[in-house]
């Protein structure tokens, strides 16, 4: 990661900025409403659109076979079709993509499904944030510098475009069908499963990376006692068999496939290029779906090591456990996202609501530890 662009001046400013914006609840607008009516999981089947690129043969089978899995709606599916052996689209070609996405789909759509890896980035946005936003270059950074924040950084809100005028996104990544299809099975299979693993926070030794750690106690402080927690000091876990939560800092992490990742797990490294998905020089994000997580993330383009940049481990446990869906906890952990690309199952649910409240007998200890 590039750190020369820093002079002290500026450092205590963009840190000042990321502090802040990692900390503090970003505010939700004024009319962000309640919903009583909704069950606590407020992102439904009913309220996610399906975006399938109709010249991709794999999107179109990994569409088919989300929208029947999760039973969306069909009214809930645009079909568009642009080429795919590409990693960036322009900004033009995207607006206009997005366009056509927006009519096809009904008002009460909150969030999108992408059914593709490629293209994983708009120009200096990730192709998530670009389909959340709009492409706005507010939300990019070619050099280090911070971006705009997110409204919906967490925030309270159970219908982000009612809300906020934004449609969350996540990418159902996976370089062939048969790692779709076992993606999409876990996150089904995590609804409601209660899982009983551990968050691993990890500090690898690489300090340039290991940024985020500063995290990690605040982490222990809010999820304590609801999950189990491991931190420790390692270059990357080795056979682990309860995986649920995988954070480190790492350009490439070691022996991820001798874990086992339980249904709904969540694993991201923070580098510079985890978001280049297919073609980059450090470890793709889409490895850890490969070894068996339900979700991750990674920066498409050079974010440089703020943390506002990536997830926040304490805010994604805390929605995730409180029992929101993956695509609205890792949204709500990301200050700045606009560099940031989402990939997995958004609809995976595995803590029901009322476990946010509960005290887990099993989770109460945690200990610095060499695994």
């Known amino acids: 990661m590039k750190w020369s662009a820093f002079v002290p001046k500026a450092l205590r400013s963009l840190l000042w900025v990321s502090w802040v914006a990692m900390v503090l609840p970003w505010p939700v607008h004024a009319?962000?409403?309640?919903?009583?009516?909704?069950?606590?999981?407020?992102?439904?089947?009913?309220?996610?659109?399906?975006?399938?690129?109709?010249?991709?043969?794999?999107?179109?089978?990994?569409?088919?076979y989300y929208v029947r899995a999760r039973h969306i709606p069909v009214q809930n599916v645009a079909h568009v079709a642009f080429d795919y052996h590409r990693s960036v689209v322009p900004e033009r070609e995207f607006s206009a993509l997005k366009a056509a996405v927006d009519a096809q789909l009904p008002h009460s759509i909150q969030a999108y499904a992408l059914t593709w890896v490629r293209p994983y980035r708009v120009e200096c946005m990730s192709v998530t944030s670009a389909f959340a936003f709009?492409?706005?270059s507010r939300y990019c950074a070619r050099r280090c510098t911070a971006t705009q924040l997110s409204r919906y950084y967490n925030s309270a809100s159970?219908?982000?475009?009612?809300?906020?005028?934004?449609?969350?996104?996540?990418?159902?990544?996976?370089?062939?069908?048969?790692?779709?299809?076992?993606?999409?099975?876990?996150?089904?299979?995590?609804?409601?499963?209660?899982?009983?693993?551990t968050a691993y926070l990890v500090v690898s030794g690489d300090p340039a990376r290991d940024v985020r750690a500063s995290t990690y106690r605040d982490t222990v402080m809010l999820a304590a006692g609801r999950v189990r927690i491991m931190l420790a000091r390692t270059a990357g876990l080795e056979h682990r068999?309860?995986?649920?939560?995988?954070?480190?800092?790492?350009?490439?992490?070691?022996?991820?496939?001798?874990?086992?990742?339980?249904p709904g797990a969540v694993a991201d490294h923070l580098t510079s290029y985890g978001g280049v998905l297919t073609d980059g020089s450090q470890m793709s994000s889409l490895r850890w779906l490969e070894a068996g997580a339900t979700g991750s993330y990674g920066t498409v383009v050079e974010p440089c090591n703020f943390t506002a940049k990536f997830p926040n481990p304490a805010l994604l446990l805390q929605h995730y456990l409180a029992g929101e869906t993956l695509i609205e906890a890792y949204w709500k952990s990301v200050a700045m996202p606009g560099q940031g690309v989402f990939i997995g199952?958004?609809?995976?649910?595995?803590?029901?609501?009322?476990?946010?409240?509960?005290?887990?007998?099993?989770?109460?200890?945690?200990?610095?530890?060499q695994p």
């Open 31 to 64: 009319e962000v409403r309640a919903h009583p009516q909704a069950h606590p999981n407020f992102l439904t089947p009913a309220a996610l659109g399906v975006v399938i690129n109709t010249a991709d043969p794999l999107s179109v089978a990994i569409g088919d």
């Open 134 to 136: 709009g492409f706005d």
């Open 158 to 197: 159970e219908a982000p475009y009612d809300d906020l005028h934004l449609r969350l996104a996540m990418s159902l990544a996976a370089a062939n069908f048969e790692e779709a299809k076992a993606l999409i099975d876990r996150g089904i299979q995590a609804d409601g499963s209660a899982p009983t693993g």
């Open 241 to 262: 068999q309860d995986v649920m939560f995988y954070f480190i800092g790492a350009a490439n992490v070691p022996d991820i496939k001798s874990n086992q990742f339980l």
């Open 345 to 369: 199952e958004p609809l995976a649910r595995p803590y029901p609501f009322e476990i946010g409240a509960a005290r887990l007998d099993h989770g109460a200890k945690t200990a610095w530890r």
